[in-house]
């Protein structure tokens, strides 16, 4: 069982953390640097999946934080679909590809399955209340 008493403690930020890194890493070479509207651009939605849970964990409130969680997931998706830009373009390998992509995945699963169990709460109760015993390994990555 996690003790979760800050939003670096949530499993989902880790995680989306390592996705930021890997994107910021991939966007810093060949052409990929040089597109810099997609190199934005995909910066700022995997940063925004991180960010969202953050300020979401911080917003007091169970429904304010899946509220947040909810414009995460989405990032989630925008940033994989700006991978397959990058991977059309040439910008990225397969490989590169298919662990950005994977990563993104599952982090998006994992918001998926964290906000159903924050629904259980109701919508005003505090999220250190709700957040305090969540266990993140609920179930294994499908």
Known sequence: MATIKKFEDLEIW?????????IYELTRQGEFDKDFG?????????????N???????SRTVKRFIDYLGRSKASCGETRSMLYVAL????????????CYNLATK????????TKYLEKYKSNDRVSEAVTSYKTDLQPDE
């Open 14 to 22: 880790q995680e989306s953390r390592i996705l930021v890194n890997k």
């Open 38 to 50: 997609l190199k934005d651009q995909v910066r700022r939605s995997t940063v925004s999946v991180m």
């Open 52 to 58: 969202n849970i953050s300020e979401g964990f911080e």
């Open 88 to 99: 059309d373009c040439k910008y990225m390998t397969d490989e590169q590809f298919d662990e």
């Open 107 to 114: 982090i998006s699963r994992k918001i998926y399955r964290f």
